[in-house]
């Protein structure tokens, strides 16, 4: 267990990075971050990893000892890491409940980040700031079912403007699905230098893409993805939206 991120994943060697960084308090790039750069996380982080794994917090951070204090043999460690994930699942369904004091399986959604900026639906938005917000939980069998898409790949911003007005208002928030970062038709969000904007796009031929609102005051323009590659790129498809009222 040289690597933080070694002995981290041996704690729950059934669960994904995802599922791991949900179950701390991190976000999933946060700690695939973490992991990729061989550093600690914050404090914070590690009591929530041996508040829910109940390892010996040295060994976390250092390696040196046992991962579990009091188990001088197999047999004991075993017991407690059995112990601990029959207290983790219950955790799942025991624990948590509705507004109406329901029991509610965590294990039916999926947690999707909202970061900090803003997709304009207008002439560009400067966004600085790719801080998370908060996590919205979705069901995850609509995701992978109806909307047929990998939940990691899925980010949630806000929207700023009134050129989609009708389609997508300001302070509307969206949900968008990176991987479908290639050229297409319906509503995307855009990156045209440092700004972010959503709008309708369609591939034209040449490798040019139609940009146009849905309010009449702002002209369509063409994007050429071959001349301007390095300036332009698609983040991906807005697949679903909510609005205050």
């Not at 070694?6 to 704690?11: A, E, H, I, Q, T």
């Not at 669960?15 to 914050?42: D, Q, Y």
């Not at 928030?173 to 972010?196: C, F, T």
Request: hydrophobic share 40%; glycine share 8%.
């Amino acid at each position: 267990m040289t690597t933080f991120k070694d002995r981290v994943l041996s704690l729950w060697p059934d669960k994904t990075v995802a599922k791991i960084s949900e179950m701390i308090g991190i976000s999933h790039m946060g700690l695939s971050r973490v992991f990729r750069e061989g550093t600690l996380p914050k404090a914070d982080t590690l009591l929530n990893i041996h508040n829910q794994s109940g390892c010996d917090l040295k060994w976390l951070m250092t390696g040196e000892g046992s991962p579990y204090l009091n188990m001088p043999n197999e047999n004991e460690k075993s017991e407690q890491v059995i112990e601990i994930k029959q207290k983790n699942n219950s955790l799942n369904t025991q624990d948590i409940n509705d507004v109406c004091g329901n029991p509610v399986n965590i294990e039916d959604f999926v947690f999707v980040p909202r970061y900090d900026i803003q997709a304009s639906a207008g002439n560009g938005y400067l966004n600085a700031c790719d801080k998370i917000k908060c996590t919205m939980a979705f069901r995850k069998a609509w995701v992978e079912d109806s909307l047929n898409v990998n939940p990691n790949d899925l980010v949630v911003i806000s929207v700023k403007g009134d050129s989609m007005e009708g389609v997508l208002n300001e302070r509307d928030v969206i949900l968008v699905d990176k991987a479908q970062n290639q050229p297409g038709n319906g509503l995307y969000v855009v990156r045209i230098g440092n700004d972010l904007i959503v709008k309708r796009i369609q591939s034209l031929p040449g490798g040019k893409l139609l940009v146009t609102s849905a309010n009449e005051a702002y002209a369509p323009f063409e994007l050429d993805l071959a001349q301007d590659y390095n300036d332009i790129s698609i983040i991906g498809k807005v697949l679903w939206f909510g609005r205050s009222i």
